[in-house]
């Protein structure tokens, strides 16, 4: 299975699918992945003339052997490689494709970069002033903080503690796909429980195979990515009831009216909650992530994160941002507005079905036309990138993030144009 992930690389996956619907309608099946890359290929081929003359082992064959089933690395293209692309400046990219914050952090941040008096030292290893600025805003102890270089090092972070090599992760696709390229970089399975129609979390499905697969963890997303929708407070309850630990990552909850819980892992034992400076605080570029967790848990992620994994600049951007919360507010009212705003231009769209959304994304159902032509057309003929899915149960979706007013109305002009 070939799946996207949102940094643009592709990977295979060791998925099982577990279908569940109501009683005991269940499918299940493995697809292993088959190392046939081209990448894999070119690699091994050069590798091979040049062993020859030493040990005549190819170098991949010190690699472990599950990583040989990852599909290519491919990144995602910067504004300057688009820029020549499309002979666009880079200022005329309207990036709307990766969730970011076109209003950029408060002018404090950009200051206290350019003032940063100890670049030349390594950083505090316990961000502690960060963890400080976060426990204050989240009404938690900094005991249960761990700031990472994005929530994506804390994923990886927290598999690497987690699972032992043939053990389970529970995923629930369409999702955040970082949780299954984690899991396989980890050398674990992945068993998917797809959402149900309007993308809810199948909470019957997650019962019914935490008691079959005994999976280590179940990754929980709300707002969910690509979607936007959010699960209830019971939805959650219901899960952490479970005995497996839940990850429930909130990278988009600054932008729902659904209030946080991550002071929930206080009360709950098997609840870790993923939160980032990447989305609402404009930071994406600075790599910023955070994450509450249970106390007797976080005390061994310390003992096993890399000692400098957050840089001084990215702490000190973190810092500079919470102290203006006003501009972060202010921020995210703009982007909540503006959603409700090109929510209604969409529907307005004939051949587009918007999905109602509580993140600073729209997921839009592509009918009567080819989704991926759409986001080509976009990209070539207006310079807007939105966000299109090569995977099968998204391939008819496109993704737009929300920016600010201008960008709204050159997506609507260029989709009426197209229609
Ligand atoms: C649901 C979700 N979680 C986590 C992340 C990663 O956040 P970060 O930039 O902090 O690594 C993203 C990024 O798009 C996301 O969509």
Not at 145 to 169: F, S, W
Not at 213 to 241: I, Q, W
Request: hydrophobic fraction near 40%.
């Amino acid at each position: 299975m070939q799946v996207f992930n949102t940094h643009g690389a592709h990977q295979h996956t060791n998925v099982i699918h577990h279908h569940c619907s109501g009683k005991e309608n269940r499918r299940v099946h493995r697809r292993m992945a088959s190392c046939t890359t081209t990448k894999l290929r070119a690699a091994t081929a050069s590798d091979a003339e040049t062993s020859s003359s030493r040990s005549g082992a190819p170098s991949t064959s010190f690699l472990r052997p599950h990583l040989l089933k990852l599909a290519p690395y491919t990144p995602i293209e910067p504004f300057e490689v688009l820029s020549q692309r499309f002979g666009r400046k880079p200022e005329d990219i309207i990036k709307l494709d990766a969730n970011e914050n076109p209003y950029g952090p408060p002018e404090e941040v950009r200051r206290a970069l350019a003032e940063m008096p100890f670049p030349h030292v390594y950083p505090d290893p316990e961000t502690r002033r960060l963890r400080g600025a976060l426990a204050a805003m989240n009404d938690i102890p900094m005991e249960h903080l761990l700031v990472g270089c994005g929530a994506d090092e804390l994923i990886d972070l927290l598999m690497r503690c987690v699972l032992e090599p043939g053990d389970a992760i529970l995923d629930c696709p369409p999702t955040f796909t970082m949780y299954a390229f984690d899991a396989d970089v980890n050398n674990a399975r992945t068993i998917t429980i797809p959402r149900l129609e309007g993308f809810k979390v199948d909470i019957e499905g997650i019962r019914q195979a935490v008691a079959e697969h005994k999976p280590k963890a179940v990754f929980l997303t709300s707002p969910n990515n690509p979607d936007g929708s959010v699960m209830s407070e019971e939805e959650v309850r219901a899960v952490l009831e479970l005995p497996v630990l839940v990850v429930l990552d909130e990278a988009y909850i600054e932008f729902s009216s659904e209030p946080s819980k991550i002071k929930w892992v206080q009360q709950y034992d098997n609840l870790v909650v993923l939160r980032t400076f990447s989305k609402s605080a404009a930071l994406a570029g600075l790599r910023v992530g955070y994450g509450a967790f249970p106390l007797g848990m976080v005390e061994y992620l310390w003992r096993a994160k890399q000692p400098y994994n957050v840089s001084v600049a990215a702490e000190v951007a973190g810092c500079a941002a919470l102290s203006n919360v006003e501009y972060m507010h202010n921020v995210r009212e703009l982007l909540v507005s503006e959603r409700e705003n090109m929510m209604a231009q969409l529907k307005a769209i004939p051949y587009l079905e918007p999905y109602p959304s509580h993140a600073n994304f729209i997921l839009a159902k592509v009918v009567g036309r080819d989704a991926k032509d759409v986001k080509d057309k976009l990209a070539k003929e207006h310079g807007i990138m939105v966000r299109h899915y090569a995977k099968k149960e998204l391939s008819g979706y496109v993704r737009i993030s929300v920016g600010k007013p201008e960008h709204t109305s050159a997506i609507i002009n260029a989709l009426k144009a197209m229609a």
